[in-house]
Nanobody
Framework: VQLVESGGGLVQPGGSLRLSCAASGFTFRTYGMSWYRQAPGKERELVATITNTGVNTLYADSVKGRFTISRDNGKSTVYLQMNSLKPEDTAEYYC??????????WGQGTQVTVSS
């Protein structure tokens, strides 16, 4: 299993970024996927999750109405569209699988920095 995130960077407050997580090594379309983030000195927190079909999604209260999780099962990729970014969204963002076999899998992370 491999998860490769991309799309992070430096953006001004109020700006937007779209993160991507390309998955391989498992049957992507049969698993829900999640995005997490970890800011310096803080615990890793769930940002959003999406079911395998993409029909159902769940968001942390702090990002509701600003972030959108989506997926393309044909491309084995999950996305996180982030709008109206705030400095407090600054963090390393990770995608994660649920348990596959005996363990969950994490990507390497992509840094998002929101600053003027």
């Amino acid at each position: 299993v491999q998860l490769v995130e991309s799309g992070g960077g430096l953006v001004q407050p109020g700006g937007s970024l779209r993160l991507s997580c390309a998955a391989s090594g498992f049957t992507f379309r049969t698993y829900g996927m999640s995005w997490y983030r970890q800011a310096p000195g803080k615990e890793r927190e769930l940002v959003a999750t999406i079911t395998n079909t993409g029909v159902n999604t769940l968001y942390a209260d702090s990002v509701k109405g600003r972030f959108t999780i989506s997926r393309d099962n044909g491309k084995s990729t999950v996305y996180l569209q982030m709008n109206s970014l705030k400095p407090e969204d600054t963090a390393e963002y990770y995608c994660k699988t649920p348990r596959i076999g005996v363990r969950e899998y994490w990507g390497q992370g992509t840094q998002v920095t929101v600053s003027s």
